[in-house]
C-alpha cells in the first residue's frame, strides 16, 4: 500500500527500497522482543547473554580478556566493565589475574555461568528457529547470505 501510495504521489521516484527498510525494521523489533522475552525468562538480558554465550563458545576454559570481550561484542570497554560488573555480582563469571603475565585479568566463566549457558542456549535456539520456521533451510542460508552481502557492502566486518 505504501508504495502504491508513493508511485501515485512521485512515480518519478523508486520507492521500492522502503519495502525492504519497513520489513527489516518490523523484523529486527519482532526478533528484539522474542529474544528479550526468553532471556528474562532466566533473569538475563542480551547483554548478559552476549557476554556468557561468547566466553562459552570461546572453548575450555572459557575464559577471555576484557579486550577479547570488547571486540567480540562491538561495544565500548566501559560498556563491557558494566556488563562484567553485573554477571561477576550474580556469580555467573570472575575475573582472575592473568597466568600468562600477572598483570592482566581474564575474565572466566564459573560453573553457575557454564550451567546456566548451558540451560539457556538450546531454548534460544529453538527461539531463533521458531522465528523463521516460515523459510525452509535453503531459503534461511539463502537469507544469511544475503543480509551478510549488505551488511559487508555497508561495511560490516562482523559475522
Do not use: C
Not at 42 to 58: C, E, I, N, P, Y
Not at 64 to 74: F, G, V
Not at 114 to 125: F, M, Y
Request: charged letters at 30%.
Amino acid at each position: 500500500m505504501v508504495l502504491r501510495q508513493w508511485a501515485d504521489e512521485r512515480p518519478d521516484l523508486d520507492a521500492s527500497p522502503m519495502a525492504i527498510v519497513g520489513r527489516l525494521s518490523r523484523l529486527s523489533r519482532m526478533v528484539d522482543n522474542a529474544l528479550t522475552d526468553y532471556f528474562a525468562e532466566h533473569g538475563l538480558d542480551r547483554a548478559s547473554v552476549d557476554v556468557l554465550f561468547t566466553l562459552r563458545r570461546s572453548g575450555s576454559p572459557y575464559r577471555l580478556t576484557p579486550s577479547e570481550l570488547t571486540r567480540s561484542s562491538m561495544v565500548t570497554s566501559g560498556a563491557i566493565t558494566q556488563r562484567l560488573d553485573r554477571l561477576e555480582a550474580r556469580g555467573l563469571i570472575a575475573r582472575r589475574r592473568s597466568e600468562a603475565d600477572g598483570r592482566g585479568v581474564v575474565v572466566a566463566l564459573t560453573d553457575e555461568g557454564h550451567e546456566l549457558t548451558e540451560a539457556v542456549l538450546p531454548g534460544h535456539l529453538d527461539n531463533e528457529r521458531r522465528l523463521f520456521d516460515a523459510l525452509t533451510p535453503s531459503q534461511r542460508d539463502t537469507f544469511a547470505r544475503t543480509l551478510r552481502k549488505v551488511l559487508e557492502s555497508l561495511g560490516d566486518k562482523t559475522d
